[in-house]
């Protein structure tokens, strides 16, 4: 995987057999996010999707927003491989730092959020997981109408939350933030299949755009692990395709292909993250 990173900045066309094409990009999301995603107006959701083996001894946690979804795909396989009872919580544009989120589609402060925070928690500390997975997208959040969430803030919110998270779960991960590229992947290749170095953004300005830094803190401050995904996305550039496939569905989020993809860099990534003892 790291060699394919490497190597990406020399394709400069889109390959031939692209995947997923251009046209599939928007929707490859490798999951229910209508069934499984909690709605912007709702709080909780009666009954968390479940994941690998439902009736398995080990129950892990996949939390947090849009960016949490994102990694499902990858964390789906990885819980059919270890017989996991893997359970997902998330809600878009609802990171998981305990912050007053601003509801930016709306316009209003997003209460909603807030209790979908405490609803968590409370089926945390009722279920105990072995382990908890919490990633999130720190870039351009606020707390208000034109009030951006800075690095601090979010360090403060995002420890708040796994302090929290420590006393119910035996262990917890930080998955860290993915970089921002400077044009939607789709709409860039299919206006520049024949030269994607104009769809290249540097790895600098890419993780300029997010809290990595105050991610990384947060997790060394309450004793959970942070793991770093930039490895798997950017030499010193980040590319819209790796090998033949479509890494990015728009600015933010990687496609759920390429996340399933990673499902094994993801599973060496946690055991490595817990020295001590592999994850059943």
Known sequence: MLEAVRKAPAVRKVPADLTPSIAAA???????????????????IAEPCVFGDPAGAVRVVLYGDSHAGMWLPAMKEIAQRRHWRLEFYGKPACPTPELSFWNQQEQRPFAECGRFHDFVMARMRQTRPSLVVVTNESFSQKTGRGELITPGQWRVGLTATLRRLSLAASRVVVLGDTPVLDQSTPDCLAAHGSNLAVCFTTRTKATARVWNAADMAA?????????????????????????????????????????????????DALDRSDPGARVP
């Open 26 to 44: 928007g929707a490859d999301l490798g999951f229910d996010n209508v069934k499984c995603e909690v709605a912007p107006a709702a709080d909780r």
């Open 219 to 267: 997790a060394q401050a309450t004793g959970a692990a942070y793991v770093s995904v930039l490895p798997w996305l950017c030499s010193s550039i980040c590319t819209p395709v790796i090998g033949n496939v479509m890494v990015y569905r728009n600015r933010f989020h990687i496609t759920g292909t390429y996340s399933r993809m990673l499902n094994g860099v993801l599973e």
